[in-house]
């Protein structure tokens, strides 16, 4: 079974609903969590698990509006075809356009921390021959099949929630029996001794939400991967119902294990609190199996940033919204001109900022500009997904009588979850932090705005003539 479209060109259907899970949880659970959690703590303290939380219900009602429609029309970047019919054009060329972009950035942003994580092992070796290496492999990879991409994803994925499932394990039990701990059980006090539950207060707890919706986002990759799943419609209910539950236990679950068990105003002088916990029960070199994890964590969110945007790119072209070439199949039936494309502006992106980090030293905080700037972008996809279904349950009335995977409390849901994108956007401009980050995103729609209105008057003029 394949998806075909009116050029002749198709992507055949191999990925399984495991690996569709595992890939959602590949493109979500990556160093947003490892690299993003210090800084989300920081500004909220304890309170951060309530801010995973809500954020984690704003992500809930996107997933259930996404999966009641890719079960009647999947597809790949279904999302974005949503967005063009049920909303406007623009709305899908911004999506489509808003999805390489931020993969893109993401990808870059995840090489850099690669070649972080590489300088653990091999403190002398150039950063950009790691990331020229890591680039390289993962672009094999991609090029070999979707099967192949399926695999490796579906191995990285299973690194990061066996450590991160281990270290809740580990963590529960320095808390309630005192492994590591001379047997003195920790408790929770930690959670309010330190200044109260909310110690950065209402605007603190609102900055913090900026961070851990970049963290979520990735999980509308099942928006894309249904193009390319065997059985879309059983796959998509399955992931769908168990993807979420999974992502908020592994987040709040690592979230309150580190919480609990270090004093929240202290964990910038203990370093990384992954490893921490694992030396604090006895696991001689948790450094290095830590370093591992996250090290895979970076690969894994730049193979699914690959795979993303390289299928947008593809969907894009095949629209007559990218160049032609890009929408050329391999003899394995891969993208594969779009998968260099993606690699290329991620490897070009790479050198601009190794370029920077040595013209500018003090510029150290490369990672957090980079990858916070895709939040905006990647905030795109979500609320068209919203306000996608909002017209689709209108549309397709008489299919969803029957339909077995419809969105919860509908419309109000899709309400909520809507202005609260809003407002946490608000406080990313309010935030010193997050401002430039943000701006970078707006700029970026509002310049693929201004070349979508260039092209349509064009193709207009040209009809007239």
């Known amino acids: 079974m394949s998806e075909k479209h009116s050029n002749g ?12 899970e595992m890939i959602a949880l590949g493109g979500t659970i990556g160093v947003g969590l490892f690299m993003g959690s210090q800084s989300t703590i ?12 809500f954020v984690g219900i704003v992500l809930y ?33 911004l999506t489509k356009w808003s999805n390489v972009f931020q993969f893109i950035v993401v990808g870059i942003s995840e090489v850099i921390a690669a070649t972080q994580y590489l300088n653990f092992w091999w403190p002398h070796m150039p950063n950009w021959i790691a990331g020229v290496v890591a680039i390289v492999t993962l672009t094999l990879a991609n090029l070999a099949s979707a099967k192949a991409y399926g695999r490796l994803e579906f191995w990285f994925a299973m690194i990061k929630v066996a450590t991160i499932v281990f270290m809740i394990i580990l963590g529960l039990l320095v808390i309630c029996v005192g492994l590591g701990n001379h047997w003195q059980p920790m408790g929770i006090s ?23 919706v970049g963290s979520y986002q990735g999980i509308e990759l099942l928006g894309i991967t249904a193009g390319e799943a065997s059985h879309p419609q059983d796959a998509i ?11 908020l236990i592994f987040y709040i679950g690592a979230i309150f294990v580190i919480v609990a068990i270090y004093p929240w105003n202290q ?37 699914s940033g690959i795979y993303s945007a390289s299928r947008m790119l593809y969907k894009l072209s095949v629209d ?17 001109v779009a998968i260099m494309a993606i690699a290329a502006g991620i490897f070009i992106g790479f050198i601009l900022n190794e370029i920077l980090r040595i013209v500018s030293p003090s510029f150290n905080n490369i990672f957090v500009v980079v990858y916070s700037s895709s939040v905006l972008p990647g905030m795109v996809p979500w609320f068209v997904i919203l306000l996608s279904e909002l017209r689709f349950r209108h549309d397709n009335q008489q299919e969803l ?65």
């Open 267 to 303: 964990l910038n002088s203990v370093g990384s609190p992954f490893v921490e916990t694992f030396t604090k029960v006895g696991i001689t070199g948790a450094a290095s199996i830590i370093n591992f994890v996250v090290l895979t964590a970076a690969l894994s969110g730049c193979n």
């Open 237 to 247: 209910v399955k992931a769908v119902r168990s993807i979420i539950w999974r992502i």
């Open 320 to 336: 007559h919204q990218a160049p032609r070439l890009f929408k050329r199949l391999s003899k394995r039936v891969v993208p594969n």
């Open 401 to 465: 009588v029957n339909h077995p995977f419809k969105m919860p409390l509908y419309p109000w849901f899709n309400y909520f979850a809507i202005i609260s994108l809003l407002v946490i956007l608000v406080f990313m401009f309010i935030n010193p932090d997050t401002r430039i980050s943000v701006s970078v995103g707006a700029v970026v729609l509002i310049l693929l705005s201004l070349i979508y209105w260039v092209r349509s008057r064009h193709k207009a003029v040209k009809t007239v003539k």
């Open 9 to 20: 060109t198709e992507l055949k259907r191999t990925l399984t609903s495991a690996q569709m």
């Open 61 to 93: 009602s996107v997933m259930r509006a996404l999966g009641e429609m890719i079960y009647l029309r999947p597809g790949t970047g279904s999302f974005a075809d949503y967005a063009t019919h049920y909303i406007n054009p623009l709305a899908g060329y």
């Open 190 to 212: 930690n959670l309010w001794k330190h200044g109260g539950f909310f110690t950065g207060g209402f605007k603190g707890f609102m900055f913090s939400l900026s961070i851990i």
């Open 42 to 53: 920081k500004w909220t303290g304890p309170s951060v698990l309530l801010a995973y939380a």
